[in-house]
């Protein structure tokens, strides 16, 4: 179970360290990573609350930093001029929700489809979301900065 805290906590201390859109690919990425290695530590939640009750409260807590962190970042991007202001009014709260929703629901899709689930696409699913939402500006810095990392996965 430490190894897995571990794991969240240093997902979790990565959060702002680039001022670009950049910050929040490299999260992504090392969330596709450690949903890859622990698929079950969010998703079969009745199984594990039965078997480490303890861990609930504190699963809990990590959900609700990491909905928290999503949404620090679409506001700071958005003091930036690179995403478009929230309209309406606390929408990017409820964006960040759904993007944890779909962080948490790409291993079940791969598993049901029985696709091999890779960093790139599950990103861009992410971004897809996201791109309209893009200033001139944002959608600059999204084809400069994070395009090619998707374009070209090895990179």
């Known amino acids: 179970q430490s190894e897995i805290e571990d794991s969240i906590q240093e997902i ?14 490299q999260q992504l990425q090392k969330w596709f990573f450690f949903l890859q290695e622990y698929p079950f530590f969010f998703r079969d939640l009745s199984e594990f609350d039965r078997l480490l009750p303890e861990t ?17 970042r679409l506001l700071f991007n958005t003091q930036r001029g690179i995403f478009l202001p929230e309209n309406p009014p606390n929408a990017y709260n ?51 900065l994070i395009q090619p990392i998707l374009s070209n996965p090895s990179n």
């Open 12 to 25: 979790l201390n990565t959060s702002r360290v680039l001022p670009t859109l950049l910050d929040l690919d």
């Open 56 to 72: 609930k409260a504190l699963r809990q807590s990590w959900v609700n930093k990491i909905i928290q962190q999503f949404h620090q």
């Open 94 to 144: 409820q964006l960040s929700v759904c993007m944890w929703a779909q962080v948490l629901a790409w291993p079940g899709l791969c598993q049901t489809k029985a696709v091999h689930p890779d960093a790139a696409t599950f990103k861009s699913l992410i971004w897809h979301i996201l791109i309209p939402l893009l200033t001139k500006e944002g959608l600059f810095e999204y084809n400069m």
